[in-house]
């Protein structure tokens, strides 16, 4: 890692250099100038110009360099600023681009929206509610062309784009029939939807989600059958994974529909009639129209930095920069179905029979696109991103392709982001299929010696929620050390492609030191760190990961982990890593992995040191994780059930032995005369639900994954220490039958500690532990966890001593229960065993 810093020692000295060329830019000035700080010029590209020039001519004043210098204000751009091959800076004499001392320039891409007026007249599709607080504006024609944009921003705030649901809610799709291409949804209650434009379907599939325009609707009653263009109908339906998520379990795929005048019915709600040229908008608590500044992005990409293999862009550093505003309009064109880490597919399959020349195994095939950037640099060496501000920005932040070579990205802000933050490395050219493995002969197109250092990113993959914070593809000698990731809506830091442990392009990189939580809050099958493929000699260290979102609408709630290596990771040390629990997953990893000293038992000196160095602490006062009030996600104890025939039983000791073998604790399993179940900690209770259908062909095989209460001691007691052992005493009933009763009971557990606060204090009262519900269809499987050796004989009348509380919350909630099949007439609860 000797040459990155090396490339941070020359930014730092020769940016103090005396002997340099000064172009001075300012948003007042005029590219007729001469660039001199009194007579600035307009543009950036007219700067790069004057630039190029210079050193053209070998102009001695460029000796130290080349300092473009901008002055505070917005650059609106109306083309992409292009750094080539001849903009090239030497190691003596780098171009720098950068603020002018205590200021802030901001490169944007957007268009400003004036004219605003209060809605007065009658616009067919306007919701009720929306009448008298919706404003109108005219959307500007740009270049004498119609102006499409996805995002829009009042007051540096994201708007929302009309949607069928409020706040963050979502619906479940009712099916969806690969056969002829459809979705079954219920009915929207919006009228005149079947014929309105542009309409999409936004829809949760496992660790991803794909954005579908939608070409008609069908209203059957009560169910509304929806088709889709092409060519994301295709591909949505001819993918194996991920999929519409199906689940009586868990659920089907969370949904809403975007993009139609009727959505618009809460406050920071928008909708643009593109062919009649308005914009709707219904302004939030404080926002003036009259004087409030709304942007909507033009441009896809700002900056594009890219010279060619055999000459590279170099030794450009940016320093200081404000980059804004950036769309991306590829999902209204073509639809967006993304595979992995924001790259929607182009073409994908499964494979019958399975198999290919290069892996016989091989079930399906993919190929891959790359989402827009707002800055994308390809084939370039000692380039610098410092001090920068990536904010507003509809699709990736900052692109690191190909050819790309001892680059740095440190102390820069990553913050509303639509994509992933910081992209580097390459995942599979357009036609190259994802799973063959990437090693070229010709090793400079290799992103090699990248170092991401001390940034932020907060509130990113805000719109596309199978996106990552730091996402690193075939890389090598590269580094990811002391950022700081939150309010993520997936993974955090993902490194690796190819799902391979052959050897390919990647080796000794390393994610050091990295501070990672608030992550998850929209997708599972995620973690704080992920990698993928072989990666011999590198190493995931002295990480601090914590506090993952308790995501609403996940497709296996307990699919989330803190470190996660994935298909084909090989030749990885992942050691000294702080996370609250050992919930970690090592899928179909390839050899030579190394795992050692992770979880909460590691020093505490990794917590304090991991994340911003001191001297980028200014950055943290634009985290944004405390305008939220989220639910955080714990790892607890699973609970799956087998149910065997009446009358039969089951091997105890094969389901002891195979318990074993999954590193699960063989003696956590208990018996109610056909009913067995496993209550324990499991990494990946649907791959264990797998196993053991396997293992037990005859049996009904259920994963409990709705925890839908919990009382501890620990958080609703005054005396909060707990014993070190624990017994576990579990009890199973159903609930009614009623659908309303059903409702009643998980309301009144939803609300039981602010509304019958007596009852946790009957708890405490009678030293349980712990207490945990859990629910699969009507089914219920309740958990007390007491002190070692105590009985519950003894305690549980403690819970009603002087508790006249408690005694009616019993009483209430005997009308929701009865027993489950087997049980005596009038008899709710059952206990269950432990064998």
Known sequence: ???????????????????????????????????????????????????????????????????????????????????????????????????????????????????????????????????????????????????????????????????????????????WSKKDESCWIPTPRFPLLSSAPGVELFIHQWWAIAMLRIKKMEVHGDSTQLFFHQPESKIQNEHPWPAPWLSKETGNSAFYLVNALQFLDEPGEWYADVVNRKIYYWPRSGENLSTASVVAPYLETLVKVEGTIDRPVKNIFFNGISFQHSGWLRPSHFGHVPHQAGMYMTEAYKLRPAGTKENPKLDNQAWIGRPAAAVEISFAINTVFQNCRFEHLASTGLDYN?????????????????????????????????????????????????????????????????????????????????????????????????????SNAMKNNKIIGNKIHYYGKHNYDCSGIYTLSAQPGSVISENYIDSIYKAPYAHLPSHWFYLYTDEGSSGIIVRNNWTPSQKFLQNANGPGNEWSNNGPEVDKSVKLNAGLKPDYNWLTKERTIYKLSLPINEEHNEVIELVVKENKSLDVVKLKELLHKNNIDSSAVYQWENHYVIFAKVADAGVMQGRLKNKFPDAEVKVYHDMFYEYSKKKHCTDKRVAKEWDHVLL??????????????????????????????????????????????????????????????????????????????????????????GTKKGESWVFLKKL
């Open 1 to 175: 890692m000797k040459r990155l810093h090396t490339c941070l020692a020359i930014f730092l000295l020769l940016a103090l250099a005396s002997n340099a060329a000064d172009i001075y830019v300012s948003p007042k000035g005029s590219d007729a100038n001469n660039g001199s700080k009194d007579q600035p010029l307009a543009t950036v590209a007219a700067a790069l110009r004057k630039a190029r020039e210079l050193r053209r001519l070998n102009d001695p004043s460029i000796k130290d360099g080349i300092h473009i210098i901008l002055r505070g204000g917005v650059y609106v751009l109306h083309e992409t600023i292009f750094i080539r091959a001849e903009d090239a800076g030497t190691p003596d004499s780098p171009t720098f681009i950068e603020a002018a001392a205590g200021e802030q320039p901001v490169l944007s891409g957007g268009v400003m929206i004036n004219g605003w007026k209060k809605l007065l007249s009658q616009v067919m599709g306007l919701s009720a509610a929306a009448k008298g607080h919706v404003w109108v504006a005219d959307v500007p024609m740009v270049n004498s062309d119609l102006f499409e944009f996805r995002q829009l921003w009042v007051n540096d705030v994201k708007a929302v784009r009309a949607k069928s649901v409020n706040g963050d809610g979502m619906l479940r799709i009712l099916n």
């Open 402 to 502: 190909k050819a790309v070579h001892n680059n740095l990205v440190k102390g820069n802000l990553f913050k509303d982001i639509g994509g992933t933050a910081i992209l580097a490395g390459g995942y599979s050219d357009t036609g190259h299929e994802i799973h063959l493995i990437y090693n070229p002969e010709d090793k400079r197109e290799v992103c090699d010696g990248m170092l991401i250092s001390n940034n932020l990113i907060t509130n990113a993959t805000n719109e596309d929620w199978s996106c990552v914070g730091i996402g690193l593809g075939y890389t090598r000698n590269s580094s990811v050390e002391h950022n700081e990731v939150e309010n993520v809506s997936n993974t955090a830091i993902s490194l690796g492609w190819g799902w391979s442990d052959a």
């Open 732 to 821: 199973t009933a159903n609930l009614v039958a009623d659908k309303k009763l059903q409702q009643g009971y998980l309301d009144y557990h939803a609300t039981q500690f602010e509304k019958w606060p007596d009852i946790a204090k009957g708890f405490c009262n009678g030293d349980f532990q712990q207490l945990l519900i859990f629910k699969n269809g009507r089914q219920l499987v309740l958990v007390i966890s007491i002190p070692k050796g105590e009985s519950l004989d003894m305690l549980n009348p403690k819970t009603t001593e002087n508790n006249s509380k408690m005694v009616e919350w019993n009483k209430i909630m005997g009308k929701y229960q009865q027993g489950i099949e």
